[in-house]
Nanobody, 124 residues
């Protein structure tokens, strides 16, 4: 079965950290660019970051630049999103996605294969 699976979400206090993972089954994630997105209740989905497959070119939305870091572990065939200094406004369902291209060109608009999402809640 071809799918993306996110994990690592949970409840964290403001200022805390979480690391989300995105793994693939049925295909090799290493070959493709991967984007991270989130959607909070009542809000539009927003793109957070993208990492390409070649040269690991990385892009961040300004809202998370400096706090979130995306990385790829090719040995584990997994893409990570390290989230630091979390704020209550980071509360959302987080998704990874790919469009089966190797680059992040227009990544906010081209991703069309999605995982099921993982909930992140930042609350005291």
């Amino acid at each position: 079965q071809v799918q993306l699976v996110e994990s690592g979400g949970g409840l964290v206090h403001p200022g805390g950290s979480l690391r989300l993972s995105c793994a693939a089954s049925g295909f090799t994630l290493d070959d493709y660019a991967v984007g991270w997105f989130r959607q909070a209740p009542g809000k539009k989905r927003e793109g957070l970051s993208c990492i390409s497959s070649m040269y690991d070119n990385i892009f961040y939305d300004d809202s998370v630049k400096g706090r979130f870091t995306v990385s790829r572990d090719k040995a584990k065939r997994t893409v990570f999103l390290q989230m630091n200094d979390l704020k209550p406004e980071d509360t959302a369902v987080y998704y990874c996605a790919t469009d089966f291209s190797s680059v992040c060109t227009s990544w906010r608009n081209t991703m069309d294969f999605w995982g099921q999402g993982t909930q992140v809640t930042v609350s005291s």
